[in-house]
């Protein structure tokens, strides 16, 4: 069974950065394509980025490109989300996703939370005007 664990969530000034980790047990983490969701309550989870399996390939939101950059350790098993700037409307939780495949390249495909086969618990993220 696959566990994603995010941490590095909190709260944070307008105009800061968080680096988000995701760290992965229980399977062969270098087989997955990840992803970063986020969500705020009455909303609909909202796609951030995604990565391919050796970090090589990535794809962001238009909402949320320049701002943030996703990364992978398959020696440490996590997968990071860094994000800038931040503004208060990113207020939200923040999940890690595993896709259970490896790809080479990754589109807009993998900005749909279906395809997704294992979450974590997210982490808060709070921006502060």
């Known amino acids: 069974q696959v566990q994603l664990v995010e941490s590095g969530g909190g709260l944070v000034q307008a105009g800061g950065s968080l680096r988000l980790s995701c760290a992965s047990s229980?399977?062969?983490?270098?087989?997955?394509?990840l992803g970063w969701f986020r969500q705020t309550p009455g909303k609909e989870r909202e796609f951030v980025a995604a990565?391919?399996?050796?970090?090589?390939?990535?794809y962001y939101s238009n909402s949320m490109k320049g701002r943030c950059t996703i990364s992978r350790d398959n020696t440490k098993n996590t997968v990071y989300l860094q994000v800038n700037t931040l503004f208060p409307e990113d207020t939200a939780v923040y999940s890690c996703?595993?896709?259970?495949?490896?790809?080479?390249?990754?589109?807009?495909?993998?900005?749909?939370?279906?395809?997704?086969?294992?979450w974590g618990q997210g982490t808060q993220v709070t921006v502060s005007s």
């Open positions: 229980g399977g062969t983490f270098s087989l997955y394509t």
């Open positions: 990565i391919n399996w050796n970090g090589k390939t990535t």
């Open positions: 996703a595993a896709h259970l495949g490896p790809r080479d390249s990754i589109g807009p495909v993998f900005s749909e939370a279906g395809l997704y086969d294992y």
